[in-house]
Nanobody, 125 residues
Framework: QVQLVESGGGLVQAGGSLRLSCAAS????????MGWYRQAPGKQRELVAA???????NYADSVKGRFTISRDDAKNTVYLQMNSLKREDTAVYYC???????????????????WGQGTQVTVSS
């Protein structure tokens, strides 16, 4: 029903910038929140940044002041602007969306999480 497609990953030098994009498509009735997670080799997946439908944002302490999450409602797209990249930012970045669906027979359903396939971000020294 809902597909998330990430783009913008790649190789960048330390101190450089990169912008990730995640476009949502399909039947969407209500998006409660969208966000970015990342997972580095040997580490657990962690929340990087999230934005709610109301515009509230949340960032991991390690990226505050460097990363900015934003949303384009007309395109159903969320962005992650990554500045002052560090080697420790190297990871696979995953887009996440929390969607609340509607049914004519049952009404509003529970929140359902959707995940993108991930995009590799590699920061070199």
């Amino acid at each position: 029903q809902v597909q998330l497609v990430e783009s913008g990953g790649g190789l960048v030098q330390a101190g450089g910038s990169l912008r990730l994009s995640c476009a949502a498509s399909g039947t969407i009735f209500s998006i409660n929140a969208m966000g970015w997670y990342r997972q580095a080799p040997g580490k657990q997946r962690e929340l990087v940044a999230a934005i709610t439908s109301g515009g509230s944002t949340n960032y991991a302490d390690s990226v505050k002041g460097r990363f900015t999450i934003s949303r384009d409602d007309a395109k159903n797209t969320v962005y992650l602007q990554m500045n002052s990249l560090k080697r420790e930012d190297t990871a696979v970045y995953y887009c996440n969306a929390e969607v609340k669906s509607f049914s004519k027979t049952t009404g509003w359903g529970p929140l359902i999480e959707y995940w993108g396939q991930g995009t590799q971000v590699t920061v070199s020294s």
